[in-house]
């Protein structure tokens, strides 16, 4: 007859990932000629759970390194992106409690897309966030009353008794002593 155990564990009870897309504009004081690069620091993120949905709120920098004057002279525009993204999650297992949000960023914000627009910079960030639900989950297992068999635990003296019986065993000069 089989036994069973029930065990309370942490278990991911629901995953998903998204990829999101933000398009965003940035007035500039000189009227750009043209985009050398964008680039996203400092991204900072953190998940919160409401009901069947996790509310990530979030920030990243923006970097826009531009030329105007005929591409004479360079200028950056730096600009702080907060952001709140909303994800609908329903745990795969009802029966949960104790739940806690991990999110990651599975791709790092990053600029897709710079346009420029008479004084205006249109840029387009894309980012890629998991999402993973862990929560105590009750599980039941099949328990085997058989116990294992034990191991011999030698002690360190005995050991260095059966090294020390062997090394007077060893004859050095066997090699020597064999006619052949």
């Excluded at 952001?83 to 329903?90: A, F």
Aim: proline letters at 2%; aromatic letters at 8%; charged letters at 30%.
């Amino acid at each position: 007859m089989a036994n069973y155990r029930e065990i309370v564990t942490k278990a991911v009870i629901a995953k998903g990932k998204k990829l999101f897309t933000t398009q965003s504009s940035v007035h500039v004081d000189n009227h750009p000629s043209t985009i050398l690069g964008c680039w996203v620091i400092n991204h900072n993120f953190n998940g919160v759970k409401n009901g069947d949905q996790i509310r990530i709120d979030g920030s990243y920098d923006v970097n826009i390194w531009y030329s105007y004057d005929n591409d004479t002279k360079t200028e950056v525009v730096r600009e702080t992106k907060r952001y709140t993204e909303v994800v609908n999650m329903r745990p795969r297992e009802e029966e949960t409690s104790g739940e806690e949000i991990i999110v990651r960023s599975l791709k790092q914000p990053s600029c897709v897309k710079v346009d420029i627009d008479g004084d205006n910079i249109n840029y387009t960030i894309e980012k890629e966030l998991g999402i993973e639900l862990v929560g105590d989950i009750k599980v039941k297992i099949e328990a085997n009353q058989e116990e294992d068999p034990w191991d011999e635990i030698v002690e360190e003296s005995k050991i260095e008794e059966q090294v020390e019986h062997i090394d007077q065993e060893v004859h050095e000069d066997y090699i020597e002593n064999t006619n052949f």
